[in-house]
């Protein structure tokens, strides 16, 4: 039983693990993409439904936080070999080179040597240690970090999000998830110089209780726990339309998603063969008409397919042609937004952060001055010399072997 | 022409012998046999599916073939970088498999059979009887020519052994360099498509997850930026990462192999000798990837530039009649019986529109926007058996025009007529209109 647990947490705790199950979710991938479009999407699906992906998803997490524990133990572990000088915790595999001599020299005039040759040197009077450059360990906790976080948040993500699309209208309450009756008292759209977006959307809501909230774009504002996702614009203008064929009129609110100019959408006239087409007209003075609220609609009327009457009308006007009469007295601008639950959208932006940082630190510190160490410490039998580079290794390598001749030539003067 | 994707087969399989021949230890006559029965072999296999197979379906094995093929060498590149970078562990040589008579014969007969099949592909023709002479012509050629590079092979230097992924990875690359000079085998074109899709999907999702509004708020410039990421030039470039990778993997793991532990040499001299021998050891044995890149790069040269002739008619201006119907008749100025595709252009109220008419093997029409809708509208040209997407050089079988979905051209509802077909002028403008506005679009290319 306890061969079984420590193969199984050799397999958890592998640098092989993360890349296998990632090749196992790319060649699902690739296997979706043959058959469907929306391969990504089913993949998502697939791996929410099936218990037997979200645990294999789960085993990058689990690997990291395991690996970020043996990572640091290790790493603790010879920073304190050489801070007490002590061999007993001195195993192989903890430095690149390893060797023990079969003789105690003094290590004294090593000191000079390599301190001569630009490394930091600290003895105790059983030990030298000898260390130059910045170590990438900071890196590879953080990098670890963010695969942690980033591993979750997908995992969090997939397997809790729920989504709602509301309409919220200006003056209208807000029903969602609740019964209090909080109404969205404006929506605006501002030009707005940012460093990423260049236009602002404000929705300002009352409570119930007589509170006012501003929701923006981003970084999104929540509502009762969920995050406000605005996804398209639109306006709701009262629509009265009249026909030859239909001369006591008919007057209803639509809500045409027809934001930005030239985008069309379609309501039908129930009850009878009309259906009108509307589209934003753009603003001769090149304005965006949703922000200065100067809007036009161009519309088309069909009957059965067959255009009967078109036209631009001002919000608040009135078109009459052949008998056809369309109008719209009011307006009120529209935003539909996701109400979106996601625990997973904090950790993917941490982690982002997090690999920002890794890569920030080891870049420098692999490349202009990597961390290089030398130890000598005395043992039952002798001394044990140890190695250990993050790079430079040639360059390292050859201080380390230049320090063991050096105590060989000294043991050959002293004989 | 014809001369020269000969050459490119010729090339290929004299590679593979001499590549397996040197990285062999065993009797020479074995591997010439085994290599021989095998690309006859692959020949009678590539004759088969051809002739039983319908449609595209036999070039659909041959490529899933190929892509398990280049899977695996990933998978092999992989494993050896990660042996290679391990704590307290060697890199294992290829000697014990390459001294191994059964070993050798088994991995000569395999690529053989690969390599007869690609040459079968490209001198078979599809559908009906097998031809029973041009499989014997083949398959003789393919022996005579492994018994001519088995005598060249003798006049080539030698090389350090390889191990098993350095000799995958030359073997791959020959095999992927053969696949690629057929149109229909080419695994680059359909990686680049995959590619753009996979980067579309991961940003658009990224989006949707990370609440990321919509490109109506973002500031023009950083929304350009960000459109970078949809064209056909970061599919290509995504594609060569993943198509190189395996290979840099395999130079990485020969690169960063760990120089042996020399601190218990007490003589500078003998230490840096040592070394020296080693690293230099360790260059050398980089001349194999390199000869895979070098090979893949053909590839992709050839996948990018196939030496094919397309059938791109110019399109003919249409017009609807007063009730908004174009009407295309089947004989006239142009054939639409003749089995190729036919283009139209058609204009109203300034905007305009391209779409092809083709007849299908089975005798009914397809009519078709001359774009698809996920990549820009650069349109269609035909060469055997299938159309080619400009714009990402993807093939479509002409079995598969007319079906909706990833790089085919987008399908148009139309109404078959006596004389001809009736395409309905503003449903057609209306769905180029939405696939170009989709294909133009950063956010959402494809939806």
Redesign the interface.
Known sequence: MRRIGNVFFSVLSS??LP?LVM?FFL?M??GI?VF??E???ML?AQIRRNPFLTILLALIPLNAVIRLVRETARFLRRRRLIKTGRCEGLV??MF??M?DLSFSPSLARLQEQLAATGYRVQATETSLAAWRGVTVFPARILFLAGMIFLFSGILF?LTT?TTRREMLIEGEPLSWATGERDRIENVSLQEHA??????A?TVKLATHDGIRKTFG??P?SRYQGA?L?????GIAPLVRFSAPDLPGGFETHYILMI??PGKEDSADIPGTAYRVFFSLAPAESGDDPFITGRMALLFRVLKEKEPVATGRVLLGGESSKGGYRLGFPDFRRVVAT?F?R?H??IP??MALVFFAAALLWWLPARFISPRREIFFVQGFNGIH?V?RAEGM??RH?GV???A??SL?NNRATHD | MGALKLTVLILAWGGIIIVLGRGFSVNRLLLAVSNATGFAAGVAVGALLLSTLQGDASFAVAKAVLSALF?LH??VS??AL?RSTG??TTVERFQKMSNNPLSAACCSIAVGILAGTICSFRFIPQGGEVPLLTVVIVGFSGVCLTAFFFGVEQFVPKMPVPTAEVLMAIVVSFILFASSSIPRLDLFSPLVM?VM??IH??VH?FFE??????H?????E?WNYIGLLFGNRVGLWGGMLIWFTPVLLVAAAIRLE??P????I?Q?AE?RTL?KAHIRERRTRLVAPLIAGVMLAAAVFQSRFPAVEYWDPKPLKVAATPSGSIFIPLTGEIDLKDGKIHKFLFKERGRDARFMVLQNSAGGYTVTLDACSICKPDGYGQTEGAVICYYCKTLIPLETVGKP??CNPVPVPFMMEKNGIAIDGAALLNLWGITVQATNRVKGA?R
Request: charged fraction near 20%; aromatic fraction near 14%; hydrophobic fraction near 45%.
């Open positions: 640098r092989a890349p090749v060649i991938y690739a993409a469907s479009d391969a990504l999407a998502m192989p595999g690149d080179e060797i993500s999000r940012g460093l990423f977006f260049n236009r959307l774009l981003y999104p995050f996702y605005p996804r398209y614009l934001y930005p996701d979106v996601d997973g959208v993917i932006w010399a190695s290794r040639i390598g380390f072997h230049a063991l001749d060989e | 899977l990933w998978l992989l494993a990660y704590e307290g995959k899709k996979l999907d991961i999702q997850s990370m609440l990321i509004p919509d109506l708020f973002f500031r023009p950083v760990r120089l532990s020399v601190a218990h007490r500078g230490r070394l979905g990833g494809a």
